[in-house]
């Protein structure tokens, strides 16, 4: 029996040893993590962020800040000027339920159209904002690009 725990202590001590750094960051709350990616994406480092993001939402696809990773991912392809995947990161945020987020990923869907020369799905998404948001964040934005885009 002694034998048995001279083998297993010292596997237990370095299993405990490996497996503290994750402990900590479990601990770590949602909301600093987020605000790490968020620093990460104010610093630019747009694909630092992406992963960052992307770790969170594999941890936990139901914080009340998951619209947001995904948002911010979007907003990283954005600045990257990487359109069309930054589409299909915002139209993910779309499927969240009670977010925040989803006026601004309508908006960003369109802009990235008209970025990538799309003009008729453009027209349609700020049409789409519109309709969704008349008093909006980006209602007069929206405004402008529809009457820029039809002529």
């Not at 048995?4 to 202590?9: F, G, M, P």
């Not at 954005?78 to 915002?90: L, P, T, V």
């Not at 969240?96 to 006026?103: I, M």
Request: proline share 2%.
């Amino acid at each position: 029996m002694k034998q048995v725990s001279r083998t297993i202590l010292p596997v237990l001590l370095v299993v405990l040893l490996f497996s503290l750094p994750l402990t900590l960051q479990a601990q770590q709350s949602f909301q600093d993590r987020y605000s790490a990616g968020y620093a990460l994406y104010q610093r630019g480092n747009y694909s630092e962020a992406i992963k960052h993001f992307r770790g969170m939402l594999a941890d936990n696809m139901n914080s009340s800040l998951s619209d947001n990773c995904q948002y911010w991912i979007g907003e990283a392809y954005f600045a990257k000027k990487e359109f069309e995947q930054a589409i299909i990161e915002f139209d993910k945020v779309l499927f969240f339920a009670n977010n925040n987020k989803r006026e601004h990923s309508i908006y960003k869907i369109a802009f990235c159209h008209e970025n990538l020369g799309e003009k008729k799905q453009a027209l349609e998404m700020y049409k789409r904002y519109l309709a969704d948001y008349p008093n909006g964040d980006y209602s007069k934005l929206a405004l402008k690009k529809l009457d820029e885009l039809q002529y």
